[in-house]
């Protein structure tokens, strides 16, 4: 009876987004299962692809052709049935491409190259160039110099080494049909592994000397001192042996030849190296740690459980709430995944729970290597790792036992991808706890609005820490009112009494964190004799002046120009940067504090490998007094020796044209003051703004969040916003500004079309098309279509648009136009 399997194919387009049928032959009948990774011939050249088999049936549609499976890429299934029904399930939430869902849960380190190749055929095969030549075969000279290749290289070569021969498909195809040559694809599949050589004795020990004098071997001295050195040293690396002893390969080959020592292959883990060291501190649990740990471990194997969320403020030792959880699901034979923000920034965290459990800690992020995933890939498959610490695509760890998920800071917009898919860690984890009964714990000072609501309605449990670990109060708060500071004089951004407390927190020999969330040195540059302002010639947007090179840099795309003296719209010498960000606080700094050391934390000092590591290690030792940074530094940070924070703009958000700005100010300046007294000295805040009576000014200086959540309840309410609608953006984007914006037009155009046949006249619901807050990037021009739930069925209006911007795509769309759809987006600039 012959069977098929229904497969993805691996191809970015979404025309071949479905499923193609294909017959399994008879070798591979009783070993293909769902889950395998195949090699299968591929559209009219029949290109050998990678793809994936989601179904194995015995029936097909009436009238389908197919063709073969070619191989099995792997022993057994990479994928297992719940991860395919993962990758169905976040297709059709976020109206991706089912490849879009397996480049996530694909393991890394893993390539298939397919490549085209020339091959003499059989009866030429066995003559000489020279021959061939006889045979007056009609050759011109590329096609003498193909075949002098061919021969050369025993027969075989890799079409792409003629791509420099004009017309060189042409040319092959004539020699083809000669029957000179064959033409075939031929693929190598790549796995990013790494192998070391270990070097052991093959005999015991102890009875090496008797088989050296029983059978009459000779040695060299080189290898008595490998066999002397080996006694002492069960197994060695090779290459380690060679150089500690300066012996070369031969000797290692012929003791081989006398049964003296073996080689044994190992695979070789590679990790990262940490450079950030933390102190292993003993820690008792207070009573409302103790609570939360015991509520989530006691129902830990319950059937139908809710999701945890742990509210706590900063400093109430939620890491090791998370610790004694996961130590608990280790001892019951259950994995766990914690997830981070950014990992990067989170060393502290990192050091703090290998400290605690060891090499069963990985760490998973996109600064590793492909090699590095790879290896972290195959320990977690072989049960080495057992906790992953990571960011957001971590959550797609292949364990076989996992048991517990935590989400740290689970209300940083991290959580959230901008790339296709663009998925929702929150949203996967609680999938996957419906799915595998798994403990889901997530836990934050100032949890998300969205995600509050839902615990306030029963989709959480809710675990209120309300105190300090260290039973410490919150530092307090104090407001400055910069416009108080404008009048009296004051046109610096450090106020006169953070400038004193600075003073006085560096006489007391404590330390200083100062928080501005805008790197560079000033916003724009400007002239002030005619206005020009300094613009990127990719995108809508000013560049950010960064004195150090003295250029304007864009932060959209990396576009850099160096600023002239002269404005090259009048030729005036009033160029002149305005407004501040991180660079120019250090300057200031230094110039206000004569000997004090400042250390600077943005995107502009972290872009190499091992920076972040570097700065937090040299403040945690000392080596500076004040730290400046952006919103790197609301991170998880903990210095015991920061006694003053200093948020230098809070309202710089507020005024951002977003309707999370309130959300989002209130996070970043609760988050950065509880950076301050969080060991046994005591902290204070100095908080800078313009707009002391905005409602998240006013409550964060509380740290009451209950009282901002209820603010900014009811305005959500009001306007429809998350949690009570979900909203879908739709942004297309193109080189051709008119293309893309007759396209969103049309778009529109179709939507409502497809609205009206169902009865719907009213289209409140629906903003735009217009262009994006930010109109260009990267020299793609960008509109927008914004849609909320408010009186259609969320279904219903996913359905139409991926009907139109999927299935119709190209009917309604032009060729040269790109479509991102993300379901409630983080921002909608």
């Known amino acids: 009876m012959r069977t098929y399997a229904k497969v993805i194919v691996r191809n970015n387009s979404m025309y071949t987004d479905n499923l193609f049928t294909y017959e399994v032959p008879d070798f591979l009948e009783n070993e293909l299962e769902v889950g395998h990774r195949v090699l299968v011939p591929f559209g009219r050249g029949n290109k050998p692809t990678e793809a994936f088999v989601f179904e ?95 021969i050369n290289n025993k027969g075989k070569i890799k079409i792409d080494k003629f791509k420099k021969i004009k017309n060189i498909n042409n040319i092959l195809d004539k020699m083809k049909r000669k029957n000179i040559i064959d033409i075939k694809w031929e693929y190598k599949d790549h796995k990013n592994e790494k192998k070391i050589c270990y070097v052991s004795l093959g005999i015991d020990k102890d009875y090496v ?53 073996t080689l044994e292959i190992k695979d070789y883990y590679r990790s990262p190296e940490d450079i950030y060291m933390s102190d292993n501190k003993k820690v008792v649990l207070n009573e409302e740690q103790e609570y939360a740990v015991n509520k989530i471990t006691s129902e830990m194997f319950n059937e139908n459980k809710n999701p945890y969320m742990i509210h706590g403020v900063t400093g109430s030792g939620k890491t090791e709430v998370y610790m004694e959880i996961i130590d608990y699901a280790l001892n019951q034979g259950l994995d766990s995944i914690v997830l981070v923000p950014e990992i990067a920034l989170t060393p502290q965290t990192i050091s703090r729970f290998k400290n605690r459990f060891g090499d069963v800690v990985g760490v998973f992020h996109s600064k590793l ?48 991808s901008e790339k296709n898919p663009k998925f929702s860690a929150i949203e996967v984890s609680r999938y996957l706890v419906m799915k595998k009964n798994i403990s889901l714990v997530l836990g934050s000072a100032t949890p998300s609005i969205e995600e509050y609501y839902k615990a306030v309605n029963g989709d959480y449990d809710l675990i209120t820490i309300k105190n300090r670990a260290n039973k410490n109060p919150l530092p307090k708060i104090e407001v400055i009112d910069m416009k108080n500071e404008l009048s ?36 724009f540059v400007s002239c002030r004799n005619c206005g020009y302002v300094f613009q990127c010639e990719n995108c809508d947007i000013s560049l950010t002046y960064h004195k150090g090179k003295n250029v304007g840099r864009c932060h959209y795309c990396g576009y850099e120009k160096e600023i002239p003296k002269e404005c090259p719209d009048c030729g005036s010498h009033y160029v002149k940067p305005f407004g501040t960000g991180t ?58 020796n920061v006694t003053l924070v200093g948020i230098l703009s809070a309202d710089m958000i507020l005024n951002f044209p977003d309707f999370k700005s309130a959300e989002t100010t209130f996070q970043l300046v609760t988050q950065v003051a509880g950076r301050a007294g969080r060991a046994e000295k005591e902290g204070k805040v100095i908080l800078q703004t313009y707009d002391t009576d905005h409602y998240a000014i006013r409550r964060a200086i509380n740290y009451d969040f209950e009282g901002f959540y209820e603010d900014e309840i009811k305005i959500r309410k009001a306007f429809g916003y998350a949690p009570f609608n979900n909203m879908l953006s739709v942004v297309i984007s193109g080189s051709n500004e008119k293309i893309v914006e007759q396209n969103a037009r049309s778009m529109y155009s179709s939507i409502i079309y497809l ?35 408010d009186n259609i069925e969320i279904n219903l209006l996913k359905g139409i648009i991926k009907y139109i911007c999927i299935t119709k795509r190209e009917v309604v769309f032009n060729k040269d136009v790109n479509i991102s759809i993300d379901i409630n987006p983080n921002s909608v600039l």
């Open 56 to 150: 194995i049936t015995a029936t097909i549609e009436e009238g389908i052709k197919t063709k073969d499976v070619i191989d099995l890429l792997d022993e057994k299934p990479i994928f297992k049935l719940e991860d395919l029904e993962l990758v169905r399930w976040m297709k059709n939430r976020y109206l991706c491409t089912y490849i879009d869902c397996i480049n996530l849960i694909y393991p890394k380190g893993y390539k298939l190259n397919n490549y085209k190749v020339a091959i003499l055929t059989l009866d030429i095969d066995k003559l000489q160039s020279r021959d061939l030549y006889e045979k007056n075969l009609d050759l011109n000279e590329n096609e003498k110099f193909i075949l002098d290749e061919l």
């Open 209 to 261: 000397d008797d088989y050296i004098h029983g059978n009459k071997i000779n040695l060299g001295n080189k290898q008595k001192e490998i066999v002397k050195f080996l006694k002492h040293n069960s197994s060695v690396e090779i290459n380690d042996l060679l150089e500690i002893l300066n012996a070369s390969k031969q000797s290692v080959t012929s003791l081989i030849g006398k049964n003296l020592i």
């Open 369 to 416: 290597s492909e090699g590095e995933k790879h290896d972290v890939y195959k320990a977690i498959k072989l049960g080495k790792i057992r906790i992953l610490i990571g960011a957001r695509s971590a959550l797609f760890a292949p364990f076989n036992s996992l048991g517990v998920v935590i989400i740290d800071e689970f209300h940083e917009g991290a959580y959230k």
């Open 488 to 523: 009296n004089g004051n046109k610096s951004i450090i106020s006169h009494k953070l400038h004193c407390e600075i003073e006085n927190a560096i006489r007391n020999n404590n330390q200083v964190i100062l928080f501005l969330n805008r790197r560079g040195y000033a916003n």
């Open 583 to 640: 660079q120019k606080i250090e300057e200031e700094i230094k110039s206000l504090f004569e000997n004090v050391k400042v250390l600077r934390m943005d995107k502009d000092t972290t872009s190499k490998k091992g920076s972040i590591e570097e700065i937090l290690n040299k403040f945690r030792n000392k080596e500076a007094d004040i730290l400046i940074g952006t919103q790197m530094l609301s991170k998880g940070l903990d210095f015991e």
């Open 755 to 789: 609205l009206e046949n169902r009865g719907i006249k009213d289209f409140d619901f629906i903003l735009g098309p217009n262009p994006c807050s930010i109109s260009k990037i990267n020299h793609n021009y960008r509109w927008q279509i914004l849609f909320k739930d």
